[in-house]
């Protein structure tokens, strides 16, 4: 089975740009996260979702970041205006239902200049 | 303060020995997860576990929810054990997000 897939790997965006990440969960997953890593933050939750609805929004991210989920097997996290404080790692996981292991992607390493 | 409390937050090791990581909750964890980040950045797991322990290989971990804390013992260190190990908590009625601590960055030297 495939695991967590995410593309890009990696993205450079100037200041004031509109970036989409993409994310594929595990086949058969029903809930999907996604998560920021940055050294001095650690990992922060994002958004989350179950059986495709938005069930967490991030509170302090909400502005302008935005994490659709278009299909059962296909999420897209969009943050426009991008800024240099966005540069961090963002990762998506998926969980087959709730309270189950997670299982997370490889990542996409944000750079904004 | 930290939900999720790891120590320490980081070891050095020779390889061979032995060595236990430990995660302390400040919050009613239900579930327990541990983590390996490599240093290619990806997080591999290790346990998802209820209170309990489970042992694979030369990794044991034990979720203790009564005294809020889990362990990580890794037994005969050996290289490929470096990186940066997370622990995380689920918690009952919280949609199943997890609550991560800081990390514990371990270095297994020859």
């Known amino acids: 089975d495939a695991g967590v897939t995410q593309t890009p790997r990696h993205e450079v965006a100037e200041k004031g740009q509109t970036i989409i990440l993409k994310c594929e969960p595990v086949s058969g997953h029903n809930d999907l996260f996604w998560y920021r890593q940055t050294k001095i933050q650690g990992l922060e939750l994002l958004s989350y979702f179950r059986s495709k609805s938005l069930m967490e929004d991030g509170g302090a991210f909400k502005d302008r970041f935005k994490a659709e989920m278009l299909n059962s097997s296909f999420s897209t996290l969009k943050i426009q205006p991008t800024e240099p404080k966005d540069s961090a790692v963002y990762l998506c996981?998926?969980?087959?239902?709730?309270?189950?292991?997670?299982?997370f992607g490889p990542g996409t390493r944000l750079t904004v200049l | 303060g930290d939900k999720v409390k790891q120590s320490p937050s980081a070891l050095s090791l020779q390889e061979g020995t032995n060595s236990a990581l430990r995660c302390n909750f400040s919050i009613a964890a239900t579930t327990v997860q541990w983590f390996l980040q490599n240093p290619r950045g990806s997080l591999i797991n290790l346990f998802y576990?209820?209170?309990g322990t489970k042992e694979n290989g030369r990794l044991k971990s034990t979720f203790n929810s009564k005294e809020s804390y889990s362990t990580l013992h890794i037994r005969d260190a050996q290289l490929e054990d470096s990186g940066t190990y997370f622990c995380?908590?689920?918690?009952?009625?919280?949609?199943?997000?997890?609550?991560f601590g800081a990390g514990t960055r371990l270095a297994v030297c020859p």
């Open positions: 576990l209820v209170p």
């Open positions: 996981a998926s969980s087959r239902d709730n309270y189950a292991e997670q299982f």
């Open positions: 995380a908590a689920g918690i009952s009625g919280s949609f199943n997000k997890l609550t």
